[in-house]
């Protein structure tokens, strides 16, 4: 769903930034003021995972694939408010290292996967979930949320396409739509999964669960598995090429690891796993450095 540069036109682009801005600042202070924070160590992993998790597109109907967002996930592990700061940065380290999503664009996708997909997710989650003391259900929940952010991000993109003058709504909403309800039966099934093996019997929201497994998950997800995700356009796509507006255009600047390929390696599968291990090491290590701000306790523990 990341959108690429030429694909949006006009006041869309300077509009979504400055909400974006306005939306990523106050999720810091949300997050600052916020009585249970997530370790530095926990936002690195989290985002770190989410980083990787989104190199895997899985292939659904038509030739098509789709690929985790991961808003919920990360809004349900650590709150929305880290869940919005963990999907701005995946996103913007996405767009400046590896040229995945437009630089003029950036803040549509921030607006769109993380404020969208992890904020008003995680609330829809969070909502779900207040009354409830039924694990089983507040799993169901998590599905139903992390669907929805799908289907909501989907919405949003359609609106910011029609609005640039790309491409009519009533004719993407209905093709967005179509493609990202099966994207978002994968979104769910991924989320409640991956919640489950991470939290087990723990309180998700006590924070209360180890970072060794999405840390070495992500690992071996961007090393071993990325260079083997499925090959199809992601849903945004295959919407673009079956109406004709994806265009290719010369990149506003070129990304040191461009396409997710390391330039000096001549194998491609080991190429793209190398160029994801260093994704995850560098979303890890700026995460880490944010949450060691957000949350300093956590650093004078280790002290």
């Not at 999907?87 to 290292?97: E, G, K, N, R």
């Not at 991924?190 to 006590?206: D, K, P």
């Not at 390391?262 to 190429?271: A, D, G, H, Y």
């Amino acid at each position: 769903m990341h959108i690429p540069d030429a694909m949006l036109h006009g006041a869309i682009c300077p509009v979504t930034a400055a909400v974006s801005v306005l939306g990523v600042a106050g999720a810091s202070y949300i997050a600052v003021k916020s009585p249970t924070k997530p370790t530095a160590t926990q936002f690195g992993a989290v985002s770190a995972l989410i980083f990787a998790g989104q190199m895997m597109n899985f292939p659904i109907a038509d030739g098509t694939s789709g690929h985790l967002l991961g808003g919920v996930l990360a809004s349900a592990l650590m709150g929305y408010p880290f869940g919005i700061l963990a999907l701005a940065l995946v996103v913007t380290i996405q767009s400046l290292v590896f040229s995945d999503g437009g630089l003029s664009v950036l803040g549509a996708n921030i607006l769109n996967m993380a404020l969208i997909g992890a904020g008003l997710g995680g609330i829809i989650h969070a909502t779900l979930i207040k009354k409830s003391t039924s694990i089983g259900f507040n799993y169901f929940s998590l599905g139903i949320a992390a669907w929805i952010s799908v289907l909501l991000a989907a919405v949003a993109v359609s609106f910011e396409l029609a609005i640039s003058g790309t491409i009519t709504f009533t004719k993407v909403i209905t093709a967005m739509l179509s493609t990202h309800m099966l994207i978002g039966l994968g979104e769910a099934l991924i989320t409640v999964s991956g919640c489950w093996l991470l939290v087990r019997n723990n309180n998700v929201e006590s924070h209360n669960w180890n970072i060794i497994t999405p840390l070495m998950a992500s690992m071996i997800i961007a090393l071993m598995l990325s260079p083997f995700a499925s090959g199809f356009p992601d849903g945004l796509e295959w919407v673009a090429a079956k109406y004709q507006f994806l265009h290719q255009s010369a990149p506003t600047f070129v990304a040191p690891l461009a396409n997710y390929t390391v330039p000096w390696l001549n194998n491609e599968i080991f190429s793209m796993g190398i160029a994801g291990l260093m994704g995850v090491l560098v979303t890890f290590s700026i995460a880490w450095l944010i949450g060691s701000l957000i949350n300093p306790s956590s650093m004078r523990k280790l002290a």
